[in-house]
């Protein structure tokens, strides 16, 4: 019961964020691109929560990252205020909100990939499951380069905000490397939290069965 009232607080928090950020956005165009991983993952989670429910852990940091991406898409990663009390904070030379959202998009991934490997029976507790978790995290980031090169050709000066590099020429390679650090601080700092729900999910679902 407790984590049901969870499950729909965070899908109303989301579904509240992602229709006010909709109301007038910085950029039309932009605001959908950056929303767009979260009207497919929304549709995808409800769908399988029947038969393939995520550790709560996985819920609430999916939805920490769709706020990110509402935010970003809200204002363009360029203008988010908070990035920018941070640029002033450290004697930044841009605003490095964009770098936290590549940071989620590390960490998120990389435990997904990690509970499915897991409770599938792919693999075993282990460094080979740390190491593809890790390798998955990575291939969703360097992906995602792609679609925004891929919107760059179609667009042209019209993806400039999508984009959101903010004349830094190096911007591909450090949205990947903040990945890895998302992965990397996941796969470390949160591995024991999540194998604790598998645990008691699988206890949950042994004991309806049994029922």
Not at 125 to 141: I, K
Not at 159 to 177: M, N, R, S, V, Y
Request: hydrophobic share 55%.
């Amino acid at each position: 019961m407790q984590r049901n009232r969870l499950l729909a607080s965070l899908g109303l928090v989301v579904l509240a964020g992602l229709l006010v950020s909709g109301i007038a956005p910085y950029d039309r165009a932009t605001w959908l691109l950056e929303v767009a991983p979260v009207l497919i993952a929304a549709p995808l989670l409800i769908g399988t929560y029947g038969r393939f429910p995520l550790t709560s852990l996985l819920y609430l940091l999916i939805a920490a990252h769709a706020l990110v991406l509402i935010l970003g898409g809200a204002y363009t990663y360029a203008r988010v205020p908070a990035g920018f009390w941070v640029q002033e904070l450290f004697g930044l030379s841009r605003n490095p909100y964009d770098k936290f959202g590549h940071f989620m998009q590390g960490l998120v991934p990389a435990l997904v990939a990690r509970e499915i490997l897991l409770r599938g029976g792919f693999l075993a507790r282990g460094r080979m499951l740390a190491f593809l978790s890790l390798c998955v995290a990575l291939a969703v980031s360097a992906f995602y380069e792609l679609i925004e090169w891929w919107v760059a050709l179609i667009a042209g000066q019209g993806a400039i905000e999508f984009l959101g590099t903010q004349g830094d020429p190096w911007d591909t390679q450090a949205d990947i490397f903040w990945a890895l650090i998302g992965a990397g601080c996941a796969l470390l700092g949160l591995a024991g939290l999540q194998d604790r729900q598998i645990a008691a999910l699988e206890r949950s679902a042994h004991g309806r069965g049994q029922g």
